[in-house]
Nanobody, 120 residues
């Protein structure tokens, strides 16, 4: 059973930094061939894409976070990270980890989310 567990969320002041982690309980082969992503959902808003990283390391970011956020992955640990710098109040929301599987069968899997609150 695929499990994605996010961690690292919390309360941070505007301009501060936070590092999110997502640990995937899948085989290393599945993880290594998967595109990983981070999405977020603010109160009363639709879930939106924040960043993705392909199996080859190609990164994609929402315009609102370019230059401030960095997505990375450690295939040896089945883990994806989101380094968030220069945080703004509008970054507040629940951040979800996503795994898009392409090896053997296709599928999308989601974590339960971790709360990020940017406030003074």
């Amino acid at each position: 059973q695929v499990q994605l567990v996010e961690s690292g969320g919390g309360l941070v002041q505007p301009g501060g930094s936070l590092r999110l982690s997502c640990a995937a309980s899948v085989s290393k082969d599945i993880f290594n061939f998967a595109t990983m992503g981070w999405y977020r959902q603010a109160p009363e808003k639709e879930r939106e894409l924040v960043a993705t990283i392909t199996s080859g390391g190609t990164e994609n970011y929402a315009d609102s976070v370019k230059g401030r956020f960095t997505i990375s992955r450690d295939n040896a640990k089945n883990t994806v990270y989101l380094q968030m710098n220069s945080l703004k109040p509008e970054d507040t929301g629940v951040y979800y980890c996503n795994l898009r599987r392409i090896l053997w069968v296709s599928g999308n899997y989601w974590g339960q989310g971790t709360q990020v609150t940017v406030s003074s």
